[in-house]
């Protein structure tokens, strides 16, 4: 009985894949406005029917792709930081998390689109595609929070003396990110604001570039997100 369950759980799990694949070759083609089961049933050869043993229906599908694409986003990030031999050099370790960043979102700009594009309408979000929304965030957030422990900073950029106290604009964040580290940031809210609009401008910049809004006035789109991610950096005193 073992055997068939397993045997059963296999085939369950390359007919949820193949359901994927089609889902995500849709989304390529007509947008996540206009995913529908049905058509996604005839790629893969199946009845509609079948396929909702799967997939309940189009907000399930999408939700499953959906995080699958935070999935891969965020394992492209930590892998490249991972790869970083020097752990204290906390500018190449944030480099490269960055980069990884760019290309995965160049090399799969659907997704890209289908997790920071437009809402779909009439979809809404669950809790399960949270905790994978924010592994690119997490790992950046570890990368300032190791280089502020071990000492390795500069003085980060200050605001105007008329910037108000950030701590209550910011106060879900560092609860957030104190879940995540051992900083006390209660003590730093400047800088959970800075790592907020650090993130905000990372992947500003990318929708910029892959929606078009960057034509005309950058000629080197690679060039202009290594400067960008460089000046981030110092901004948050990474040195």
Known sequence: MTV????RERARQEITAEILAAGRAQLR???PGELSLRAVARDVGMVSSAVYRYFASRDELLNALIIAAYDELGEAAEAADDAVQDRDDHVARWM???RATREWSVAHPHDYALIYGSPVP????PQDTVVPA???IVRLVEIIVAAHAAGSTTAAAMPPASAADPSGVVADAIAFIAERSDVDLETLPELVMRTLMVWSTIFGTLSFE???HLKGSVSDLEGYFEQTALRLAGDLGLA
Do not use: K, S
């Open 96 to 98: 490269a998390t960055c």
């Open 122 to 125: 009439g979809y809404a979000a």
């Open 134 to 136: 924010t592994r690119v």
């Open 29 to 31: 083609r007509v947008g």
């Open 4 to 7: 068939a369950r397993t045997a």
């Open 210 to 212: 892959l929606f078009g």
